[in-house]
């Protein structure tokens, strides 16, 4: 963007009325060798146009700050979950977190009105994963790989090909796409390799038949697990089915209280037969949903014999297997030794400082 004329920002310092801070997260799998951003604060904007910014988020990540709104009693429980206080809480304060970020973004919208960029300004609000429960981010299914994508295109600014203000597409994207289709609007050539696709605009690319997903190491934890859906069916492949969902994760063990829930009803044995799954010593090598009849992913049909559902996990497996050899997946090649000892850390930790805490009184 920067190539194509464009100021960029990464933004974290707001006018004070905004009352918060933007977190300047980028969480980049690689190392910046230079400058990526020429600028973190929000009053650079109207000096320096075009502009491409980003402004971050950390409401609906653990732990939940937001004030309380949602009645627990109201929640909706997926039928996964554990239908228990514990849950219904959690849930809850997830809810309340997303209405104090749906409040922060009305004050980023009151900013771009106040200096006069509400006119010229594309707007996307998107999610990096779904939502932050046991079944969701950091997994294959609906809940941790369905996010948000909202735009709004600004009145002064000719809206593209395939924009439809106030409507809900169903079209299948992948978040990749969106940097594809952001350099498509400032006129920058998507580059050779790149695998997001244009989704909107003169260079638009035909609609995505399927999407895919992928789960390796997440802190000290290691799955392999790829997907695809389409239209219809969700097909998981499990590289990895020897380990239990519920292997050891000190984040979530500390930050996601029915994560520690579902152990403890499961040594109880108070869990239904779908809840249990979560709780088993192993997983299903192969997943398959229909996702129009089972939006919950409860009924595996992997291994189900009607016709339509075999040639729909025939197909699928195929596709994945596909994508896994296009994409050069590095999933492939095992962790080098002294990764897989250092938990996933390709430098060594480095030792703990010693004398540098408070004293403490006898």
């Known amino acids: ?117 509400m006119e010229n300004t594309i707007i996307c609000f998107l999610g990096d994963h779904g939502a932050a429960h046991v079944r969701g981010k950091q997994f294959c299914y609906e809940e941790g790989l369905n996010t948000p994508l909202i735009m709004s295109w600004p009145a002064g600014v000719p809206a593209p090909a395939g924009y439809d203000a106030g409507k809900v597409s169903d079209r299948l994207l992948m978040s990749i796409d969106l940097t594809a289709t952001t350099l498509s609007w400032a006129g920058v ?11 909107m605009g003169a260079n638009a690319e035909p609609p995505r038949e399927y999407v895919f997903g992928a789960r390796d190491r997440c802190d000290m934890t290691v799955f392999r697990l790829r997907t ?28 996601y209280p029915v994560w520690n829930l579902i152990k403890e009803l499961a040594a109880q044995d108070k869990l239904t037969p779908v809840q249990a799954v979560l709780a ?54 095992p962790e080098p030794e002294e990764v897989a000892r250092n938990e996933g850390r390709t430098k060594e930790a480095p030792p703990a400082k010693q004398g540098k805490g408070r004293k403490k009184k006898a």
């Open 1 to 117: 963007m920067r190539e194509a004329g464009y100021f960029t920002a990464n933004v974290r310092d707001l006018p004070p009325e905004a009352g918060f801070k933007g977190t300047g997260k980028t969480d980049w799998n690689f190392q910046e060798p230079g400058k990526p951003f020429e600028s973190s604060n929000w009053d650079d904007l109207k000096q320096h146009q075009p502009f491409y910014a980003q402004l971050n988020f950390s409401e609906t990540h653990r732990a939940f700050h937001g004030p309380p709104h949602a009645d627990p009693a109201k929640v909706e429980i997926p039928p996964y979950y554990p239908d228990h206080e514990v849950t219904r809480k959690d849930m809850a304060q997830y809810l309340d977190a997303a209405t104090d970020l749906d409040r922060k973004i009305g004050k980023v919208m009151e900013l771009l009105q106040r200096d006069g960029l």
């Open 228 to 255: 695809v859906r389409d239209a219809r069916y969700r097909y998981i492949h499990n590289f990895t089915p020897d380990r239990p969902f519920l292997q050891h994760n000190a984040y979530k063990e500390k930050q």
């Open 189 to 199: 050539p998507k580059p050779k390799g790149m695998q997001g696709q244009v989704f």
């Open 280 to 333: 088993a010593p192993t997983m299903s090598e192969e997943e398959l949903y229909d996702l129009q009849e089972d939006p919950h992913e409860i009924n595996n049909l992997a291994k189900s014999n009607q016709p339509e559902h075999r040639a729909a996990r025939e197909r699928l497996n195929s596709v994945l297997n596909a994508w896994i050899e296009r994409t050069n997946d590095q999933g492939r090649i």
